[in-house]
Nanobody
């Protein structure tokens, strides 16, 4: 079992930056691909970014490409999401997730999920 806990969310203004963290416990996550997803009120959960276990490969949703950066520190069992040039439409609950195998944009393939952290971007 892997337990995931997100942190770093908050209220920021458009154009600001924010860094989210996902800490894992219970098992080392070095063999897991990690993803960030978000869900805004009344909307479906959507893919944001993912990174392979080694950190060599990443994938981003078009809506965040060039603004967000996913990274991981396997020694610390953590994953981060650096968000820059934030927009009001980035407002959502952001969750990290872990899966065995390679990258995926589909939530159904992820085995473990955190509770999420709220990010609110004001205009």
């Amino acid at each position: 079992q892997v337990q995931l806990v997100e942190s770093g969310g908050g209220l920021v203004q458009a154009g600001d930056s924010l860094r989210l963290f996902c800490g894992a416990s219970g098992r080392t996550i070095s063999s897991y691909a990690m993803g960030w997803f978000r869900q805004a009120p009344g909307k479906e959960r959507e893919f944001v970014a993912a990174i392979t276990g080694s950190g060599e490969n990443t994938d981003y949703a078009d809506s965040v490409k060039g603004r967000f950066t996913i990274s991981r520190d396997n020694a610390k069992n953590t994953v981060s999401l650096q968000m820059s040039s934030l927009k009001p439409e980035d407002t959502a609950v952001y969750s990290c997730a872990a899966k065995g195998g390679g990258l995926s944009r589909y939530p159904k393939w992820y085995d473990y999920w955190g509770q999420g952290t709220q990010v609110t971007v004001s205009s």
